[in-house]
């Protein structure tokens, strides 16, 4: 421990005896030397570090301006994850405590240079952490919740539940799922699998999709390169899922477990045939290609359902094989559409007007659908 920690009067609140949680006050000019925000990003492996979003500079100002005004009150405390390093002392005496929380001090351990980690991290109040840093009253008090908790997939899982009331970016959400391992609500435990799925689809050398999605860790380079928004795949493999899906199979009801990796072949199989059918529309923003664009992700996930369902009764998982079928079938549609130039004639509408709304969706679907249909049955 440093020479200089900062220690406060605290209550010690006991909800989880191997998670220790505090109720403290720190001057709104400590938050910064305590706290760091955790930016959601990837490093080089392609490892999910930190959960947090990006800094939203209108609202930090809005919070920053009332600060800086008269006759202050903020109430809106922050949540901290703690370091094991945090020292807890409880008072003695008969009254030290009310059966629910129990009086003491807290000892927090600051850095010991200015470019050194800080202990904490910002779990809730990322935005009111940097006007705090900004503001000229830096002796206002202002509350903490902390936890002790070091394991980032416990920070994870708190972000997720207490960030409801303004609900998370959904690409943060969707990326941030896979590394959680806790019980979730059923809304975000639904999404767990299909996001896990999109991460495979984004880091694995063999997806089609390598580099292309768009995520909330995308940053830099990789920003210009990404040009699927994962939402869209997201949606399109929570359809296959269903009990009308060619993934649905591959869920075990009875004991509860998943074959994700088959899952993850049959979306490789298919997605890289659809790369190599459309190689000039493959790639290209959204805006050059409607193949790209949510419309388009969302309709050929639909096919992907039909084709994908016949190609697997004779061809095994991830084999050249069924990529060769899936081929042969997608051929059946090919000469139909419309990905970047000229009108889908059946629909009496120019590709570039295409939007990803429901009934574009739905009416691209059933297209796309029906001329598989029809061009099966002229073939047999």
Same mark, same amino acid.
């Given at each position: 421990?440093?020479?200089?920690?900062?220690?406060?009067?605290?209550?010690?609140?006991?909800?989880?005896?191997?998670?220790? @949680?505090?109720?403290?006050?720190?001057?709104?000019?400590? /938050?910064?030397?305590?706290?760091?925000?955790?930016?959601?990003?990837?490093?080089?492996?392609?490892?999910?570090?930190?959960?947090?979003?990006?800094?939203?500079?209108?609202?930090?100002?809005?919070? %920053?301006?009332?600060?800086?005004?008269? +006759?202050?009150?903020?109430?809106?405390?922050?949540?901290?994850?703690?370091?094991?390093?945090?020292?807890?002392? *409880?008072?003695?005496? $008969?009254?030290?405590?009310?059966?629910?929380?129990?009086?003491?001090?807290?000892?927090?351990?600051?850095?010991?240079? +200015?470019?050194?980690?800080? $202990?904490?991290?910002?779990?809730?109040?990322?935005?009111?952490?940097?006007?705090?840093?900004? #503001?000229?009253?830096?002796?206002?008090?202002?509350?903490?919740?902390?936890?002790?908790?070091?394991?980032?997939?416990?920070?994870?899982?708190?972000?997720?539940?207490?960030?409801?009331? &303004?609900?998370?970016? #959904?690409?943060?959400?969707?990326?941030?799922?896979?590394? /959680?391992?806790?019980?979730?609500?059923?809304?975000?435990?639904?999404?767990?699998?299909?996001?896990?799925?999109?991460?495979?689809?984004? @880091? +694995?050398?063999? &997806?089609?999709?390598?580099?292309?999605?768009?995520?909330?860790?995308?940053?830099?380079?990789?920003?210009?390169?990404?040009?699927?928004?994962?939402? &869209?795949?997201?949606?399109?493999?929570?359809?296959?899922?269903?009990? =009308?899906?060619?993934?649905?199979?591959?869920?075990?009801?009875?004991?509860?477990?998943?074959?994700?990796?088959?899952?993850?072949?049959?979306?490789?199989?298919?997605?890289?045939?659809?790369?190599?059918?459309? $190689?000039?529309?493959? *790639?290209? =923003?959204?805006?050059?290609?409607? @193949?790209?664009?949510? /419309?388009?992700?969302?309709?050929?996930?639909?096919?992907?359902?039909?084709?994908?369902?016949?190609?697997?009764?004779?061809?095994?998982?991830?084999?050249? +094989?069924?990529?060769?079928?899936?081929?042969?079938?997608?051929?059946?549609?090919?000469?139909?559409?419309?990905?970047?130039?000229?009108?889908?004639?059946? @629909?009496?509408?120019?590709?570039?007007? %295409?939007?990803?709304?429901?009934?574009?969706?739905?009416?691209?679907?059933?297209?796309?659908?029906?001329?598989?249909?029809?061009?099966?049955?002229?073939?047999?």
């Amino acid at each position: 421990m440093t020479e200089n920690p900062i220690r406060r009067r605290a209550l010690r609140i006991e909800q989880n005896p191997s998670i220790p @949680l505090y109720l403290f006050a720190l001057e709104a000019g400590e /938050v910064d030397r305590v706290a760091d925000v955790a930016r959601i990003s990837r490093d080089e492996a392609g490892k999910l570090l930190g959960y947090q979003r990006p800094e939203k500079k209108q609202h930090v100002k809005q919070i %920053l301006d009332y600060l800086d005004s008269e +006759d202050v009150l903020f109430p809106n405390g922050l949540i901290l994850a703690l370091p094991a390093s945090v020292r807890w002392k *409880g008072s003695r005496g $008969p009254n030290s405590t009310d059966g629910l929380a129990t009086i003491g001090t807290i000892e927090i351990p600051l850095p010991e240079s +200015d470019d050194a980690p800080r $202990p904490a991290l910002i779990v809730d109040g990322q935005q009111r952490s940097l006007a705090l840093a900004r #503001t000229k009253r830096s002796k206002l008090p202002i509350t903490v919740a902390g936890f002790v908790a070091e394991d980032l997939e416990i920070q994870r899982d708190q972000f997720l539940r207490v960030n409801t009331v &303004s609900p998370l970016p #959904t690409n943060l959400v969707s990326e941030l799922l896979p590394e /959680v391992n806790t019980k979730l609500p059923t809304r975000l435990s639904a999404r767990k699998l299909p996001s896990a799925l999109v991460n495979a689809l984004n @880091l +694995d050398n063999d &997806s089609p999709f390598k580099g292309l999605i768009k995520q909330a860790s995308t940053v830099g380079d990789r920003k210009s390169e990404a040009v699927v928004k994962d939402n &869209s795949l997201i949606s399109a493999i929570e359809e296959s899922l269903s009990a =009308s899906g060619v993934l649905f199979p591959y869920k075990n009801l009875s004991n509860g477990t998943t074959d994700t990796s088959a899952m993850r072949d049959i979306l490789v199989v298919y997605w890289t045939a659809v790369r190599d059918t459309f $190689p000039e529309a493959w *790639g290209l =923003s959204p805006a050059k290609s409607r @193949l790209m664009h949510g /419309v388009g992700i969302r309709s050929m996930g639909r096919l992907m359902d039909r084709i994908m369902d016949r190609v697997l009764v004779s061809a095994d998982i991830g084999s050249k +094989d069924a990529y060769d079928k899936a081929m042969a079938e997608l051929e059946l549609v090919k000469p139909h559409c419309h990905w970047t130039k000229g009108r889908w004639p059946e @629909l009496n509408i120019p590709w570039n007007e %295409l939007q990803n709304t429901p009934r574009h969706i739905s009416t691209l679907s059933n297209l796309l659908i029906r001329i598989y249909l029809q061009s099966r049955m002229s073939a047999s």
